[in-house]
């Protein structure tokens, strides 16, 4: 026997041992698990222009919200009405922020 040859029966052996103590898992779990991903990235591209539109959303309302404090002095207007403005404003804000994290997190 040449060198090979013993190469080739240590890699044989070697080989049928790997394969001996790990098993492919059933294709029924392959496919549950493919079709598992496909879903979650279908979800994922769908959802993009929800996204899109909460950010839109919170930069609007935070550009509202700094248009209301910088219109307050020029403008005479009652302190409970700027005050309401505001706090819609920081709750517009809040809602979508919170949009945001939970469509994130699922």
């Not at 790990?22 to 779990?29: E, G, L």
């Not at 279908?42 to 309302?61: D, F, S, Y």
Request: glycine share 8%.
């Amino acid at each position: 026997m040449t060198t090979d040859d013993l190469l080739r029966q240590s890699l044989r052996g070697h080989a049928t041992a790997i394969a001996a103590g790990n098993t492919a898992p059933p294709a029924a779990v392959m496919y549950v698990r493919a079709e598992r991903r496909a879903r979650r990235l279908a979800a994922e591209r769908a959802l993009l222009p929800l996204r899109i539109m909460q950010g839109v959303g919170l930069l609007a309302g935070i550009i509202a919200c700094v248009w209301l404090l910088h219109l307050s002095p020029s403008q005479p207007t009652s302190p409970i009405l700027l005050g309401c403005g505001i706090s819609a404003m920081l709750l517009v804000i809040l809602g979508f922020w919170t949009m945001i994290r939970a469509s994130r997190t699922s």
